[in-house]
């Protein structure tokens, strides 16, 4: 990772940076990006991803488990309301604890707006299933539907 010094309101010796590598740094968007794609065409890269942002297709195995749920976030609430009444539990009073993030769907496409094809290419190849599974839309979250289309 790409290591980019933000304004932390202190200063930091250029001593102290090189001793502290990465330490108090805050990395963009796209370097975030990239550490998650770095290396992971190689075999068995992807199992051992943190699981915060490894696909979940890989990280539930849904081809090999047959689920009889699977909620959303997004709709935790909705779901959550299906699943007491689908297996016959009461008296759950468990509600998302932050609520929906606010963000708009252009707020997720900003994000995406300034990365590189190449990037974009590579994290739609690594999270499609996720994104076919859970019907989640690609153009929800990036706005290039050539590139999309180009990188299928």
């Known amino acids: 990772m790409i290591c ?7 200063e930091v010796p250029q001593s102290s940076q090189k001793r502290d590598g990465c330490k ?6 796209e370097d975030f ?12 890269v992807v199992a051992k991803m943190n699981y915060h942002w490894q696909p ?17 976030y997004e709709t935790f609430n909705d779901h959550f309301i299906y699943f007491l009444k689908r ?31 190449e990037l974009i290419c590579q994290l ?6 996720d994104f076919r599974f859970f019907n ?3 153009d929800d979250y990036i706005n290039r ?4 289309q180009n990188c299928k």
Not at 4 to 10: A, M
Not at 56 to 72: M, R
């Open 124 to 129: 739609l190849r690594l999270y499609d299933e």
């Open 136 to 138: 989640y839309r690609v």
């Open 56 to 72: 979940y297709s890989v990280l539930c195995q849904v081809c090999k488990f047959q689920y009889n749920f699977i909620g959303k």
């Open 145 to 148: 539907p050539t590139l999309i």
């Open 33 to 44: 990006i990239r550490y998650i794609l770095v290396n992971k065409d190689k075999s068995g």
């Open 4 to 10: 980019r010094r933000r304004n932390l309101n202190k």
């Open 24 to 29: 108090g740094t805050i990395p963009s968007f």
């Open 87 to 117: 297996f016959n539990l009461s008296d759950w009073n468990i509600q998302k604890p932050n609520g929906a993030s606010g963000l708009t769907k252009w707020d997720y496409q900003k994000f995406y707006l300034t990365l590189p094809d």
